[in-house]
């Protein structure tokens, strides 16, 4: 067996999934370009089924990033995959979506556990067999590369599970991932069950066995390793480790673990770990998602010494606590980059040093606004660039524009915000309304001009770097009052009030706040009526 | 072998060592209070040596929460521990500060590893050996009940620490403590270390075996599990995972997993899982130490299902997805407790319920507060409660007080901030200031009255809860711009600067950044000049 292991993102489907994660098709594409970089094996665009956003959103990144020429460089492009459930309907939307791709690949999924069988499917083991059998193969007359998932199988007999993936691999599928769906396994199990399959289905020696993890039990990296260690070449993983629930395995961390640990994996990935920590950050910064301090590899808190302290005779000493350098996963000390000063030209080679593909009407732009900030706040770092970049370019089609704004608060009561919006329309509305704070009141005078009842369900600020006169960065996540547009969960069977996020950054944070509700009321407005397109996305847990 | 598991929490003491999460010592006895609630086993409630300040709030915390009558109920109240070096004058400090306890503890430790002994310690094999022996021998002069731990023993040979062990046995030893310190091995590993202690070390048989992880790798959790499958009937943990870099196994996640696979690991704990996120959010709330939406059992994603939902018939569906039930953690539905028609008596029986113990003057207060914030807010929830007294009680005494403020902002640029504020000695000064932003106008000018040159390295903002005219959280951690004070680090014998939190609750999120600032700015003072005592504190890991 060999020694690599392939490193499988689902940042863009299984990750995005998790609670106002929502991205934007530019976003998305994006995250993609940053995988790439990253140097990930296989790229899970999305669920092509589940809107025709999503099937275009998919397509864009099978065409722009999995083309060999799409990513710049000589090197083989990653595998772009999507997801199906396990329906003609499905597996053709899928197809549609990932065929312009250099290598595209289909997956999907049926679950084989007795619960899911008796509960959600309400089909019998041979039913599930014989649709297995007839996807697979359906998959496979259109794509070479096929991978499939029986869902739940850490709660699924095993007996039956060689079975299904014995026939799955005998209809063609060339990659069968084990997924324990709802985190419950524990790491002597999963890797017991992991050694089994290996051992009893018959012809799974030609095909990659891949490993699927969640943490609802905080076990996600240990059953992943588990796996790995057992026989599994591939692991299923996102960016910061988001996910729906508790999340999926974190990609970070499993790498870094066959890293710090090769002594005892013996395995390899084909990941540059230096990229990690702005992957972090991209990933964060779109979804709203935030890092605690205490997470491993990439929160703030996580290593014990600054990058960049090399003394002299204190590396070794630095060993006594320190098992990994914070420059191995890209944790670079915080460079002045850019000042006030700084001119167009090492603005934009910041720009393409940071991996940023920007069109040179999108470099006027951004140059602008860096001017502005650099006026305000004197010295520029990579966060700041890298906030700005997401504020500016990758925001929904935008319906209405923050065209002004004025605030008057503080302990005397009464805080007051004045609102001024460009509509679709070009025209401009103006509105004020008082608050129990300077946000809510800001909030109140867009609702009073944009007229879509929602419920803010999530609202956070931080400072994008250190220093009194920080960017801050704020998030929000709201869903429409009258529960519409909703995703349709096929786990539960049920359809569930979509919701979205919004990013603003600003030094202002009364600013910062206000873009980032019109960012997310935009969101709300073009879901609810897409260019008169009705929309009902899906959403799918393997 | 006997199938309970003693719970040590170690959140006020290697929690506490998070950078910025220095809690006050109102706080530290508040978390203490919520410990007794939750059922932990054994509170390590500080390092009494670091400083005077640390020893008098674990001889508080042994006081008011250790002694049989302090902790209101019949129950036997949990073992009081503080953690000394391997040396008398430590091992002394902490006997002063926790011998008021009915059940007293003292925990010391020496490190074992090759690369700890060469490089910190300066010590060979057989100095530690004899240190050892003297200084668990003198613990136990002191106090019945005594644990050592050896420092970085997933690093250490194996044969060495069954010698140093079987003499800390001898010696009087009661629990020993096998730490992870850097968050370096496996489970796979860390099982075989744990067992081979038990198989090895002569006289083990009469001790309790813990264990001590820490999530550098990920892998805290099943590190844990996996040590206490192999014997170890003792977990350290924290709440929320805190500590210094990727923080320490998570209590919730060692006490879920083991409840919700009860049949796979046969073990109990004494843990009321039901008062989990409420330890939790108070946790997070004193430090300031966010926990991420998908952080497993307490991340605000972690349930696929909300609360209160008991439709007939669905129960059984839902296990499709679902392996806990958030009730059992203490998620409940988001209840409308109190409005503005609340009286003073329901706002007191909520608290207690809550369980705050607060005496009849801060009742007085909390009340003039909560009908302020009632006002502003129609409906008052659990969360909003906490935070409000958060902020009412567990400030840092208080050197400035935040008389008026008042601001200006918005996109026309020259965000401006008036301060007024409160001195020590009485007297008001105001000041207004231009800035950045109105946090960064509001800072400026509270430095111009107050004169502690700092930086701000790190600033967030939280609503409590959901909705619109939500009460707004902000943490921040400022260090002093000199340097001072220092922390002296034992781990790595460097000093380093301390940091200061602070912490702001209001529903106009610039008030509440500028209580936060005024809490780290008054934290700060008193740190440099507390009663006029110099303050040398120090943190240890183990």
Not at 139 to 162: H, I, K, M, T
Not at 235 to 244: K, Q, R
Not at 450 to 462: D, G, K, R, T, Y
Request: glycine letters at 8%; charged letters at 20%; hydrophobic letters at 40%.
């Amino acid at each position: 067996m060999n020694n690599y292991i392939r490193i499988f993102d689902t940042t863009l489907r299984d990750g995005e999934q998790s609670p106002g994660a929502t991205m934007t098709s530019a976003e998305k594409l994006e995250v993609a370009r940053t995988l790439v970089r990253l140097g990930v094996d296989v790229i899970e665009a999305g669920f092509p089924a589940a809107s025709p956003d999503d099937l275009e959103a998919v397509r864009r990144i099978a065409i722009e990033v999995g083309s060999a020429r799409g990513d710049g460089t000589s090197k083989r492009p990653p595998i772009i995959c999507g997801l199906a459930r396990a329906s003609k309907n499905d597996i053709d939307k899928a197809w549609e979506a990932v065929k312009h791709a250099a290598c595209p690949r289909i997956h999907t999924f049926l679950a084989t556990s007795e619960i899911h069988m008796q509960y959600k499917l309400k089909m019998d083991r041979e039913q599930v067999l014989e649709r297995v059998i007839e996807m697979v193969s359906y998959a496979r007359s259109l794509c070479q590369d096929v991978e499939f998932s029986p869902e739940d199988a850490g709660r699924s007999d095993p007996q039956f599970l060689y079975l299904v993936l014995g026939e799955a691999i005998k209809a063609g599928a060339t990659t069968l991932n084990i997924p324990d769906t709802v985190g419950y396994i524990t790491p002597d199990e999963f890797g017991a069950l992991i050694a089994g399959i290996i051992k009893n289905t018959p012809g799974i020696e030609n095909c990659i066995v891949s490993v699927h993890c969640h943490d609802d039990l905080g076990l996600a990296t240990a059953n992943t390793l588990a796996g790995i260690q057992a026989g599994a070449r591939q692991a299923e993983v996102t960016i910061n480790g988001i996910g729906e629930r508790a999340g999926n395995t974190s990609l970070e961390e499993v790498v870094m673990a066959l890293n710090t640990r090769r002594p005892v994996f013996n395995l390899v990935t084909g990941i540059d770990t230096t990229q990690i920590m702005r992957a972090s950050r991209l990933v964060s910064n779109y979804t709203g998602i935030v890092v605690q301090p205490n997470k491993a590899i990439v929160g703030a808190n996580a290593f014990a010494h600054e990058a960049g302290i090399h003394q002299d005779g204190m590396l070794k000493h630095q060993q006594t606590y320190e098992i990994m350098r914070p420059e191995a996963v890209g944790v670079t000390q915080t460079r002045l980059v850019l000042g006030k000063h700084s001119g167009r030209h090492a603005f934009k080679a910041r720009l393409y040093e940071l991996g940023y593909a920007v069109s040179e009407t999108d470099l006027d732009k951004a140059f602008e606004r860096f001017k502005i900030l650099a006026d305000k706040k004197k010295t520029i770092t990579d966060a700041d660039l890298e906030a700005l970049v997401a504020d500016e370019f990758y925001q929904p089609s935008q319906v209405y524009t923050l065209d002004g704004l004025q605030v008057a608060c503080g302990t005397m009561g009464m805080p007051t915000a004045t609102v001024r919006l460009r509509g679709p329309d070009g025209t401009t509305q103006i509105q004020a309304a008082v608050g129990t704070g300077p946000v809510d009141a800001a909030y109140k005078a867009m609702d009073a001009i944009i007229q879509a009842p929602n419920n803010l369900l999530e609202f956070s600020v931080h400072a994008v770097t250190g220093g009194i006169d920080a960017l801050g960065e704020v998030t929000v996540r709201i869903e429409s009052k009258n529960g519409h547009p909703l995703s349709f969960d096929t786990q539960t069977e049920t359809d569930r009030t979509r919701t979205f996020g919004g990013h603003g950054a600003d030094t202002d944070i009364i600013v910062a706040s206000a873009k980032a509700y019109l960012a997310a009321l935009n969101k709300l407005l073009v879901a609810t009526h897409p260019d008169g397109q009705a929309e009902a996305p899906a959403v799918i847990t393997t």
